[in-house]
């Protein structure tokens, strides 16, 4: 197994956002190229990395399996930057990383048995609302929902898309006409603001945003770009009475 990314950038910030969920994964390499998919140990939300095959500058390998310590992962490609070549090569029981530039850099991982069974992406799941937004207008609603609150709600009424969190203080944002995408229909449902704002983290490397979602239905986040997308899914927050 041999690959070869010119530009190691934007691997290496969705790396350090999966850190934020979770701590191990299986890195999947096929011929269509590389993929993780992974679950938080709170079952609330799920992550999913796509490299294509045609992102490398170098791709040469069989179906691979690779388990990985996310965080030791990361303070590896911590050390690559963007005039970096980055090449990941399994060598027995270890991921070796060469970080070639002015002068060559081998690191070697070991690998390990990641005990959680990863299930597939649900790409199956059907939404009434679809909404397509500026990753930075997202990113700004989501900072004034924490402000008040530890949940925000998502609500579609009419052709308007409205970002809200309500306790004692309020905040709320509105989104119509040309400043979004939408096709929906009026819906209501509640996020725990904790996991959007880790989310949120991916809003700065990408210029646009799709969210899909319904009322008391998980919220599918996708963040896409030429070479790369990463995709978010989260359980609804459900209010309990006492």
Same mark, same amino acid.
């Given at each position: ?37 992974? $679950?938080?140990? &709170? ?6 990395? +796509?490299?294509?095959? #045609? @992102?490398?500058? %170098? =791709?040469?390998? /069989? ?91 998502? $609500?579609?009424? &009419? ?6 969190? +309500?306790?004692?203080? #309020? @905040?709320?944002? %509105? =989104?119509?006409? /040309? ?64």
């Amino acid at each position: 197994m041999k690959l070869k990314l010119a530009d190691p950038t934007l691997f290496t910030k969705s790396i350090e956002l999966l850190c934020e969920l979770v701590l191990e994964v299986r890195i999947k390499i096929t011929e269509f190229g590389l993929s993780i998919v992974a $679950i938080d140990p &709170g079952n609330i939300s799920m992550v999913s990395l +796509k490299i294509p095959k #045609s @992102a490398f500058k %170098e =791709f040469n390998s /069989d179906e691979e399996v690779l388990g990985v310590n996310l965080e030791n992962l990361k303070k590896v490609l911590r050390r690559a930057s963007k005039t970096s070549e980055l090449i990941l090569e399994k060598k027995e029981n270890a991921l070796e990383i060469k970080i070639e530039d002015k002068i060559k850099r081998v690191f070697s991982l070991n690998l390990i048995e990641v005990e959680r069974e990863d299930k597939d992406f649900p790409d199956h799941l059907e939404f009434s609302s679809i909404v397509t937004m500026d990753s930075a207008d997202l990113i700004d609603s989501i900072d004034d929902c924490l402000v008040v609150s530890d949940a925000c709600s998502f $609500i579609i009424d &009419g052709k308007k898309f409205i970002i809200e969190a +309500k306790e004692i203080n #309020s @905040a709320r944002a %509105e =989104f119509s006409g /040309d400043k979004i995408e939408l096709k929906a229909e009026n819906c209501f449902v509640r996020y725990s603001l904790e996991y959007l704002q880790k989310f949120m983290k991916a809003g700065k490397y990408f210029p646009k945003a799709t969210l899909k979602f319904a009322t008391d239905h998980p919220l599918r986040m996708d963040f896409t770009s030429e070479h790369l997308g990463l995709s978010f899914l989260l359980a609804p927050r459900v209010e309990t009475e006492d």
